[in-house]
């Protein structure tokens, strides 16, 4: 199945090299799609070179930075038109490990329409964060998954595989959030569309070249979303009863 590799950029000059040459060492046979939101570093002029020489490796040029949901949507829209059977989301950080990818491509082909590179199932773990961090990320995944009913350790993870067929059916295009709490809304809408996830155990790494884009107004963000989405399945269920269905 062909599968594409969707990785949102701004300002990752420092990891761009590293991260193409390793997925496409650990995985030769993908498409790699940089989503780049005008890095004025030049990450896309390097992303586009590394394309001449290695092969597999496209750039979808964008003019300012709109939020990670919206680079994904852009850039699950472009590899599903270009042929993709497989879209994995990564980060450019070098915080996902291109070795597992082979993994989470596998368990889409044999089946998955989510594979998510989990860090809070056995063999899972979070490497070099400090306390409150780890505590913080598991409190808003269990918070997540309690108050939505998901069946999901790390709804919050940003490192996973769809099928294609999996996100048209969710109609991820009108998903709506665009920080910390877009992977969460992913998890929601493929459990409500009646999606097979699973989840895969992998190492997360934090970064270690360029700037972390995490926020106290991004995690805001995905608690006061996981809410929103409980009240509209909650008014969805009531109008469901009152129309006798």
Not at 68 to 95: F, H, P, T, W
Not at 122 to 141: E, H, K, Q
Not at 146 to 158: M, P, Y
Not at 176 to 204: C, H, N, W
Request: glycine share 10%; proline share 3%; net charge neutral.
């Amino acid at each position: 199945m062909r599968a594409t590799v969707v990785v949102p950029t701004y300002n990752e000059i420092e990891n761009i090299e590293r991260l193409i040459r390793e997925v496409l060492a650990a995985a030769p046979h993908v498409q790699i799609l940089v989503v780049d939101d005008g890095s004025p570093d030049g990450t896309a002029d390097k992303a586009e070179a590394l394309g001449r020489e290695l092969g597999h490796v496209s750039v979808l040029r964008r003019t300012e930075k709109n939020g990670l949901g919206n680079a994904y949507r852009a850039g699950l829209r472009k590899a599903i038109d270009d042929g993709a059977e497989i879209c994995v989301q990564m980060d450019a950080d070098m915080s996902h490990d291109p070795a597992v990818l082979a993994a989470l491509i596998g368990n889409v082909e044999f089946g998955a329409d989510l594979a998510i590179g989990s860090r809070y199932v056995p063999g899972g773990r979070t490497v070099d964060w400090p306390r409150r961090r780890r505590m913080l990320s598991r409190w808003g995944n269990r918070y997540a998954a309690g108050v939505l009913g998901l069946a999901v350790n790390d709804a919050t993870a940003g490192y996973r595989a769809y099928s294609a067929a999996g996100l048209e059916q969710m109609q991820f295009e009108s998903v709506q959030a665009d920080g910390y709490g877009f992977q969460v809304e992913m998890t929601y809408r493929l459990v409500s569309s009646g999606g097979k996830i699973v989840e895969f155990p992998i190492s997360f790494h934090d970064r270690t070249e360029g700037v972390s884009k995490m926020s106290g107004s991004i995690i805001q963000e995905a608690l006061v979303l996981v809410m929103k989405l409980w009240l509209s399945d909650f008014r969805g269920r009531r109008r469901r009863r009152a129309e006798g269905r």
